[in-house]
């Protein structure tokens, strides 16, 4: 089955340590997402690329970078995590065309960041 | 400034018992408006896309509609496997920008 997949699923890394995220698809969308969800609240929109083009939201942290290295995988990699960065990160992908009408976006199953 | 306002954040049904969830939100133009179910631990789940005021989409004990500064998810008889966070999420005109709202959790007993 197509689908989006996270590894891993639980991730703990200690205060300032460097972390990176993977996030792969088999759905050959365009347009990939990062979100970080802390609980009970919104998931909030760090970056997404459409194909290569990176689009970075004002507010999300220098601290939070992305790498997309082909269509198939993104990485988030936070370079020296805070104890405000435990969330879960959900990586989402799309198809879509400037443009056009919106499509729905099909998540992964999360990675849950624990910072010590 | 685009927002997303859910309510309530949480509601109780007993099963069989029917209600609506709402979406208010503030767009500069509507791209497409969104609903997501999300389990626990989970990602979320696609359920409709609206796109303009006036449409209605279902799907077997959902049905979701739209005007235009609201949207609504009507749970008819439900079950306790509809148990879960249900999102809504809209991208304005212009770009890929997705604004979710907090959600509400809906909890159906049996």
């Known amino acids: 089955d197509a689908m989006v997949i996270q590894n891993p699923r639980y991730q703990v890394t200690q205060f300032g340590k460097p972390v990176t995220l993977s996030c792969s698809q088999t759905l050959n969308h365009n347009v990939m997402y990062w979100y970080q969800q802390k609980s009970s609240q919104a998931p909030k929109l760090l970056f997404h690329y459409y194909d290569k083009d990176f689009n970075n939201e004002a507010d999300t942290p220098d601290n939070f970078q992305s790498r997309r290295p082909n269509t198939s995988f993104c990485f988030l990699d936070i370079r020296s995590p805070g104890l405000g960065d435990a969330a879960m990160y959900l990586c989402?992908?799309?198809?879509?065309?400037?443009?056009?009408?919106?499509?729905?976006?099909?998540f992964g199953p999360g990675t849950r960041l624990t910072v010590t | 400034e685009d927002q997303v306002t859910q309510s309530p954040e949480a509601l109780r049904l007993q099963e069989g018992e029917s209600s609506s969830l709402n979406c208010s939100y503030t767009v500069s133009g509507l791209r497409g408006l969104f609903w997501y179910r999300q389990d626990p631990g989970k990602g979320p789940e696609f359920l409709f896309t609206l796109y303009s005021a006036g449409e209605e989409k279902e799907k077997e004990r959902l049905k979701a509609t739209l005007t235009k500064k609201e949207s609504f998810l009507h749970i008819t008889a439900p079950k306790p496997e509809d148990s879960a966070t249900y999102l809504c999420a809209v991208q304005a005109t212009g770009g890929f920008k997705t604004i979710f709202g907090a959600g509400t959790r809906l909890f159906v007993k049996a």
């Open positions: 989402a992908t799309s198809r879509e065309l400037r443009g056009a009408l919106s499509y729905e976006q099909y």
